[in-house]
């Protein structure tokens, strides 16, 4: 298993990417709950990350609403079938945790689907920050609530394409 990695500029701030055999595997933010150790990430080498960059330039100029890249998640078996489930929600639409489990056939499992939303390792990409609380309110974001809440209104078309504002 070869591990690498860059990083790259984005609207969030820094985004630390990690590909495992060529695939991408990690996706993460500064100060991201769960940020795996950076001697993990393997050695850096912006080769296998073309894509990517240019995929989440895109995706963060208003010019694509899906990914089409090879993606290798490391998880339990459930955490990959809730990572699946989080990457049919479309675009600009937000589900709430019940209705991510019964998506995945889970019903009665949304407090386990959100510890799995959680533990997403490629966020943007596989959109965990679309799921919400059963009231409609934002819960927990791994990247924090002001970025989710940045992401959710960029995909509504409600914060434009300014950075995000702690950035600015």
Not at 88 to 99: A, D, K, L, S, W
Request: net charge negative; with cysteine; aromatic share 8%.
């Amino acid at each position: 298993m070869t591990r690498t990695y860059t990083v790259t500029d984005s609207p969030l701030g820094p985004l630390t990417l990690v590909a495992t055999d060529g695939a991408l595997s990690g996706v993460y933010m500064e100060r991201q709950r769960h940020l795996p150790p950076k001697e993990t990430f393997g050695e850096p080498d912006a080769g296998p990350f073309g894509a990517v960059i240019a995929q989440l330039g895109e995706y963060f100029a208003g010019e694509r609403t899906d990914f089409d890249l090879e993606l290798a998640p490391q998880g339990t078996d459930f955490q990959r079938t809730v990572w699946d489930g989080l990457r049919r929600i479309p675009y600009g639409m937000t589900v709430t945790y019940g209705e991510l489990a019964e998506e995945i056939g889970r019903p009665g499992a949304a407090r386990a689907a959100g510890l799995a939303n959680g533990r997403n390792p490629i966020s943007v990409v596989i959109p965990c920050h679309r799921v919400i609380g059963s009231t409609g309110s934002l819960t927990g974001y791994g990247g924090g609530l002001e970025r989710k809440r940045y992401l959710l209104d960029f995909e509504r078309g409600l914060s434009g394409r300014l950075p995000f504002p702690s950035m600015a």
